[in-house]
């Protein structure tokens, strides 16, 4: 079945710092991918989508690219604040539901971001 | 942007009850809503897919039996635990589909069984 893996935190970084959390999956064809954000104690929110393979998503700073070739969905920053401390989880629509399809996450990764 | 509710946003209540958490989408209608489960640290697992007007589609392990859901109308869907046990307890989260697929969730809802 399909499955969405990403980096465990807690990952911890200085404010301003160069942010990578990594994401692969495996699904068949081409599923859409997300990257959603959980402040702490709030819902989930979309942070940034892609749709297609070579889709760059961005939002607030933050990028991601679908990479067909490594099955990939890397979110990065270039210089994070303190404010971006939350819990960023990967996930995935697979392409067969026609969107109909509850999502696949990955376990989520806790990010913490010091002054 | 769309805005999903749900409620209560806590829950406690004892052993063999039933609990009723409601999923409203307040600005948008939703054919399409889904209900999550999400364990301490853990990611969020899909329990079912509801579809307003027609049976819910429960995902593998899912008790139906135990976990009723109701789509009665297009911005109202509800999860009911029947016969609750402690390990039930969990964070019970809901989402709302719009066009292009995107989901848009609910704050959650934190359910404790004694």
């Known amino acids: 079945g399909d499955s969405v893996t990403q980096m465990e935190g807690p990952v911890t970084l200085s404010e301003e710092a160069f942010l990578t959390i990594n994401c692969t999956y495996t699904a068949t064809g081409y599923p859409s991918l997300f990257w959603y954000v959980q402040y702490p104690g709030e819902g989930l929110q979309l942070l940034l989508k892609a749709t297609k393979a070579d889709d760059k998503g961005s939002n607030k700073g933050f990028e991601a690219t679908y990479r067909k070739e490594t099955t990939s969905f890397h979110l990065e920053k270039g210089s994070v604040q303190v404010s971006d401390s939350a819990v960023y989880f990967c996930a995935l629509m697979p392409q067969s539901g026609g969107g109909a399809d509850g999502l696949t996450f990955g376990k989520g990764t806790h990010l913490i971001i010091q002054p | 942007g769309a805005v999903v509710s749900q409620h209560p946003s806590w829950v406690i209540c004892k052993s063999g009850t039933s609990v009723k958490i409601e999923c409203r989408s307040l600005d948008f209608q939703a054919t399409t809503m889904f209900w999550y489960r999400q364990f301490p640290k853990q990611s969020l697992m899909l329990m079912a897919t509801?579809?307003?007007?027609?049976?819910?589609?429960?995902e593998q392990g899912v008790e139906k039996d135990k976990f009723l859901i109701n789509h009665a109308s297009l911005t109202l869907s509800t999860l009911t635990v029947t016969s609750a046990h402690p390990e039930d307890s969990s964070f019970y989260i809901c989402?709302?589909?719009?066009?292009?697929?995107?989901?848009?969730f609910g704050p959650g809802t934190r359910l404790t069984v004694t």
């Open positions: 509801s579809n307003e007007g027609s049976k819910a589609t429960y």
């Open positions: 989402s709302a589909r719009v066009a292009g697929g995107v989901q848009y």
